[in-house]
């Protein structure tokens, strides 16, 4: 079957890095995303990987391992506005993507 | 227009009610999704298409119907509407294939309750 795991809820500091794991299994495999959703407001796409390795985009961080099924999100220099849900989302073979349930992440001052 | 919009924003429906949620994008997007999320469960798909004239079907189509007669426009219609129907409702675009990558852009959701 197809699955997403990720955890339900993480809490970090202000100026601390937090990495947020994710976990997949698909019918094959065309690349994994994660997305930003903050409370009320629609998704908005952050990083995509379709190879091993890490992608850096500012302080946003995203790495791939495909032979494990595992990504993570890596967050630095946290800032209060980044408290928000971050969905993982894999693209399997028919390139059909699906959602993890998210991870609500609570930055505290 | 700019992006992808959907309407209306929100809506309170009674039970039996026929309703149809409309998308429209002008990104030239050829593939469209529609989700619904629910605490605890995370985006679903309940429909998709991958081109004009042709849909599918996501992981939650049952009692949802959809059309694409034009690039632009993919309203979801609810036939008669149920209470667990009562979410929030994205629209998505992607352009597929050509050796792009399918990152989806969202419109803002529609909150439906159905009493």
């Known amino acids: 079957g197809q699955n997403i795991d990720q955890p339900t809820e993480m809490t970090a500091t202000e100026g601390a890095i937090v990495q947020i794991n994710c976990t997949y299994q698909?019918?094959?495999?065309?690349?994994l995303f994660w997305y930003q959703q903050h409370a009320g407001e629609a998704p908005t796409f952050l990083s995509y990987?379709?190879?091993?390795g890490l992608e850096e985009k500012g302080r946003f961080s995203s790495f791939l391992s495909r032979s494990k099924g595992y990504s993570y999100l890596l967050l630095k220099e946290l800032q209060m506005k980044d408290s928000a849900s971050y969905l993982c989302?894999?693209?399997?073979?028919?390139?059909?993507?699906?959602f993890g349930k998210g991870t609500r992440l609570h930055i505290l001052p | 227009i700019a992006g992808i919009t959907q309407a209306p924003t929100s809506q309170i429906l009674a039970a039996g009610r026929r309703m149809t949620l409309r998308c429209t994008q002008d990104?030239?997007?050829?593939?469209m999704y529609w989700y619904r999320q629910d605490l605890g469960l995370g985006l679903r798909l309940i429909h998709y298409?991958?081109?004009?004239?042709?849909?599918g079907k996501g992981e939650v189509p049952d009692g949802y119907s959809v059309s694409r007669a034009n690039t632009d426009d993919f309203p979801l219609t609810l036939a008669s509407a149920v209470p667990s129907q009562t979410s929030v409702y994205f629209c998505?675009?992607?352009?597929?294939?050509?050796?792009?990558?399918?990152?989806?852009?969202f419109g803002p959701g529609t909150r439906l309750t159905v009493l």
């Open positions: 998505a675009s992607s352009s597929i294939g050509g050796g792009s990558y399918n990152e989806q852009f």
């Open positions: 698909t019918s094959g495999f065309n690349g």
């Open positions: 990987n379709v190879l091993d």
């Open positions: 989302a894999a693209q399997g073979g028919d390139d059909k993507i699906i």
């Open positions: 990104m030239r997007h050829n593939a």
């Open positions: 298409s991958n081109t004009a004239g042709t849909t």
